[in-house]
């Protein structure tokens, strides 16, 4: 079983950055694909990256290719996600997911809130 405590959110204006960090529990960090989904009020949880266990493959969602980074460090047990040029609509509640085949694990959230 993995834990995740996700930190980093906050209050940003629009066109700043954030930098969010996923801390996982357990020595089995490496194997398990991890991601990043965020969730509006009123709206579905909603893809935003992932990365391979190995950090080979990233994945974005189009609305934050180009603004957004996932990378993670095995060694520490963490993953991020460098925030850059946010948006108004970037604000959400931000998820941390660990998955390895059909388990997975979420963390509890950190809210992202972006002012214009």
């Known amino acids: 079983q993995v834990q995740l405590v996700e930190s980093g959110g906050g209050l940003v204006q629009a066109g700043g950055s954030l930098r969010l960090s996923c801390a996982a529990s357990?020595?089995?960090?490496?194997?398990?694909?991890m991601g990043w989904f965020r969730q509006a009020p009123g709206k579905e949880r909603e893809f935003v990256a992932a990365?391979?266990?190995?950090?080979?493959?990233?994945y974005y969602a189009d609305s934050v290719k180009g603004r957004f980074t996932i990378s993670r460090d095995n060694a520490k047990s963490m993953v991020y996600l460098q925030m850059n040029s946010l948006k108004p609509e970037d604000t959400a509640v931000y998820y941390c997911?660990?998955?390895?085949?059909?388990?997975?694990?979420w963390g509890q959230g950190t809210q992202v809130t972006v002012s214009s």
């Open positions: 997911r660990a998955r390895r085949g059909s388990a997975e694990y």
């Open positions: 357990g020595r089995t960090f490496n194997s398990y694909g």
């Open positions: 990365i391979s266990r190995n950090s080979g493959r990233t």
